[in-house]
């Protein structure tokens, strides 16, 4: 069950007195970055972020870095079966304020279970954690009482916890089962409990980039790997620019538009970038908005890399009044994101009901703004990576129903053979992590997207 091998010794120089114990530093992180994502409902990338992420994780070298990252998604990927291994581990439950005991045990317990740690190290690292945190130091004992028992009794008590826990909180289950029913919502489950592949797209010569890296073509020309060696940017090709992460759900919606030679297109939400270098890459004028600063230098920093051009505003969608009208807009709004829960094993812990509500009015105001800013005859193309239909097939048919002057523009499936699959009664797209089956659970699966294509009236 263990998945990697991960090194645990801290090389950096560092004053603080954790560099003493191996690996305690890195622990202590995971702890900390456990207690923001649990309690704080913090994203975990933010956390992470190797220029604007956590003190603690950043004073950490690389590969602390890189196993504090791996413990993390771990424990939150398998949150519920953790959590019924050390409940069955105790007496009576921790006391309800014991947060900084129970991140402990978490972080200890997805290396015990998942990771390529020794146990004892896991353990041991655990205990002397606990006693150097006055919150915890009591709970020492119980701490290497109970993470023993777990190593004792994993081999036949993780296949059964597996097989009787749903690691799914309970807000995000009754609403899959509403949206998808029972068994589309299990197999929607049983992928969120296995790290996605690793799309590209290409900017051409799919098949050779995939023999080059190792991966396989899939009908949308994206290249799948399933394993690489090392970081993303050390694999051919990144520095020359031709290819970038994407995942093949969320290759669809800039592929809605077919050939965009001399059009003008503007992607209202556009960092990281993926999809505006799609847009340029197929012969737009693009204009790519984006409203956060920061995201707007990696959209640049992107671009460059991948030597295509756009025009970038750094600006607020609701305040956007460009001179001339779009031939194109593709509205790739900000949702509640639980289409990608399989890389971003947080969200269904930092999010809840009260934020995709949120969300969708949110992405409802921005359509209304999106359409303004299009052609009388020109093509509008509404994406987000939420599983939840109050951000896709509810907010899109609301959304016609009020906007005469918009026509539903469906999606054929000789159009793009690749999505027909995953079209729905009204022409739109709806991928889940649960569609395409590539033979093997860790080669299959798309990121949950929704995109529906729009036409504005002459
Ligand atoms: C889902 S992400 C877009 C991903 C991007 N289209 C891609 O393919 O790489 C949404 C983006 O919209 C930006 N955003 C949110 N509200 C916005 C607004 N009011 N105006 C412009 N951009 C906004 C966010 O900062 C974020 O970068």
Not at 42 to 59: C, E, I, K, V
Not at 211 to 232: A, F, M, Q, Y
Request: with cysteine; charged share 20%; glycine share 6%.
């Amino acid at each position: 069950m263990k998945t990697a091998h991960r090194r645990k010794t801290n090389t950096r120089p560092t004053f603080d007195a954790d560099a003493d114990i191996p690996g305690l530093a890195a622990r202590k992180a995971a702890s900390r970055l456990l207690a923001a994502v649990i309690d704080a409902k913090t994203s975990l990338d933010g956390l992470t972020d190797h220029d604007n992420g956590h003190p603690q994780f950043r004073a950490l070298d690389m590969r602390d870095r890189a196993l504090v990252r791996a413990i993390l998604t771990t424990a939150l990927r398998f949150r519920g079966t953790i959590q019924a291994l050390i409940s069955a581990r105790l007496d009576r439950p921790l006391p309800a304020n014991a947060h900084a005991l129970s991140h402990i045990l978490h972080v200890a317990a997805a290396q015990i279970l998942f990771l390529d740690v020794p146990d004892s190290a896991a353990v041991d690292i655990a205990v002397t954690q606990a006693k150097s945190d006055p919150r915890t130091v009591r709970f020492a004992g119980m701490v290497n009482a109970v993470l023993r028992e777990i190593t004792r009794r994993k081999e036949r008590a993780l296949p059964a916890a597996l097989a009787q826990t749903s690691d799914t909180p309970e807000w995000f289950e009754s609403r899959l089962v509403a949206a998808y029913g029972e068994e589309h919502a299990a197999a929607i489950r049983a992928a969120h409990r296995i790290e996605a592949p690793i799309d590209l797209t290409v900017k051409s010569e799919p098949a050779e980039w995939a023999e080059k890296l190792g991966g396989i073509v899939l009908l949308n020309g994206s290249v799948r790997l399933t394993s690489i060696d090392g970081p993303i940017a050390s694999l051919p090709g990144f520095e020359e620019g031709e290819w970038w992460v994407q995942d093949a759900a969320a290759a669809i919606p800039a592929q809605m538009f077919g050939d965009l030679s001399g059009k003008r297109v503007a992607d209202l939400c556009a960092a990281p970038g993926g999809k505006t270098a799609q847009l340029a890459h197929a012969g737009g004028h693009v204009t790519a908005l984006e409203l956060s600063p920061n995201r707007a230098k990696r959209l640049r920093a992107n671009l460059s890399r991948l030597q295509l051009e756009a025009e970038i505003v750094v600006g607020d969608l609701m305040d956007y009044a460009p001179d001339v009208l779009f031939d194109a807009v593709l509205l790739d709004a900000p949702c509640s994101s639980t289409g990608t829960v399989r890389r971003h094993p947080d969200v269904l812990w930092t999010k809840g009901p009260q934020d995709v509500a949120k969300l969708a009015s949110v992405q409802a105001r921005m359509l209304a703004q999106a359409v303004k800013l299009l052609k009388p005859g020109g093509v509008l193309v509404f994406s987000n990576c939420s599983l939840d239909p109050e951000e896709g097939e509810a907010l899109y048919s609301a959304f016609l129903a009020s906007n005469p002057e918009i026509a539903p523009l469906p999606i054929v499936s000789a159009e793009l053979p690749f999505a027909a699959p995953y079209l729905t009664e009204h022409g739109a797209i709806r991928t889940t992590p649960a569609g395409m089956d590539m033979g093997s659970p860790e080669a299959s699966g798309l990121d949950g997207f929704y995109a529906a294509r729009m036409l504005r009236r002459g």
